[in-house]
C-alpha cells in the first residue's frame, strides 16, 4: 500500500497578481511569489526587472496597485473584511512590517549611534522593549553576526561589510517571521562581500525564511532552494539552483545566464 504523499507546507508568504506602475511604465505585471518557512529564495534577473518593488510591497514601504500579499494568513495593506477592504493606514502597517526584516543595498545606519544603539533603536522605539533588556538583545545579535567585538563602534570606525552586517542584527533582532535582502552586497568592495555572505549562509542554516535579491549567482546555487528569474515584470523561470542553472527551460534564462557567466 503506498503511502500518501504528505502536504505542502502552508506558505509563510503568499503574494498573488501584484501589479505595480509608476505613471506609464508598468514594473510588476501579475507577479504570484510564496515561500514556505524556512526556505530561502533567490531572486535574479536584470536591473528594472521588478525584483526590488516585490521586495518593497512585501514590506508595505510601497502599495501595490493590484494583488494580494498574505504573511502566515494574514492579510497586509488592508483592514476590513471581505468586500469592505480598504488600505490600512500607516499605524496598522508600521504594526504589519514587524513581521518582515529588510536589508537594503545601503547600510542606513545612524551615524551617530554606535553599533549596539543601532540594532537596538527599533526594540525600543517600535517594540518600547526596556533600554537595558534591548541592550543586552543587540549585544547578543551583534555576536550572531560576529560583531561582539565593535558593539561600541560607530559606523564611521566600521567597514562597509561590517556595517551591513550591523543592518542585518537590526533587522533580526525585531525577531521577524522573514527577511529580505535586496542586494545586499552590492555596494560593498569584493574582498567585503564574502563575510556577509557568510552570515546569511549561518541564517539560512538556522532556519531563517529568506527572500534574496541578488547577483551573486554562486550564493544563489549554494544556499538557496529556489532560484527565480524576473524580466520584465514578470518570473519567467523557477527552480530548484541544479535545474535552474543546469538545465533552464526558458530562453530568456538560458539568454540571462550567459550574460551572468
Known amino acids: 500500500m503506498d503511502t500518501p504523499a504528505a502536504p505542502a507546507a502552508t506558505p509563510l508568504l503568499d503574494a498573488r497578481n501584484l501589479h505595480k506602475s509608476y505613471g506609464d511604465r508598468s514594473v510588476l ?13 533567490a531572486m535574479l534577473g536584470p536591473s528594472g526587472s521588478g525584483k526590488s518593488t516585490t521586495l518593497r510591497l512585501i514590506n508595505l514601504l510601497e502599495r501595490a496597485d493590484q494583488g494580494t500579499i498574505e504573511i502566515d494568513g494574514q492579510r497586509l495593506g488592508t483592514v476590513g473584511g471581505p468586500g469592505s477592504e480598504r488600505p490600512a493606514p500607516e499605524r496598522i502597517l508600521a504594526k504589519q512590517r514587524q513581521s518582515v526584516g529588510m536589508v537594503f543595498q545601503q547600510f542606513n545606519l545612524f551615524p551617530h549611534l554606535n553599533a549596539t544603539r543601532n540594532v537596538m533603536s527599533g526594540l525600543t522605539t517600535v517594540q518600547r522593549v526596556p533600554h537595558r533588556e534591548a541592550e543586552e538583545r543587540a549585544v547578543m545579535m551583534l555576536e550572531r553576526v560576529g560583531l561582539g567585538a565593535h558593539a561600541g563602534k560607530y559606523p ?25 535582502f535586496d542586494e545586499p552586497t552590492s555596494a560593498l568592495d569584493p574582498e567585503l562581500v564574502g563575510e556577509v555572505l557568510r552570515v546569511m549562509e549561518g541564517l539560512a542554516r538556522d532556519g531563517m525564511t529568506m527572500l534574496v535579491v541578488t547577483h551573486e549567482t554562486r550564493f544563489a546555487r549554494r544556499v538557496a532552494d529556489e532560484v527565480v528569474l524576473f524580466d520584465d515584470g514578470v518570473i519567467v523561470e523557477q527552480q530548484e539552483p541544479e535545474g535552474f542553472f543546469e538545465n533552464p527551460q526558458s530562453e530568456r534564462t538560458k539568454e540571462f545566464l550567459r550574460h551572468v557567466h
Open 29 to 41: 505585471r501579475g507577479v504570484d511569489l510564496s515561500i514556505r518557512p524556512g526556505q530561502v529564495k
Open 156 to 180: 564611521s570606525e566600521l567597514s562597509g561589510g561590517q556595517q551591513q552586517r550591523v543592518a542585518i542584527a537590526r533587522a533580526l533582532v525585531m525577531e521577524p517571521k522573514l527577511m529580505l
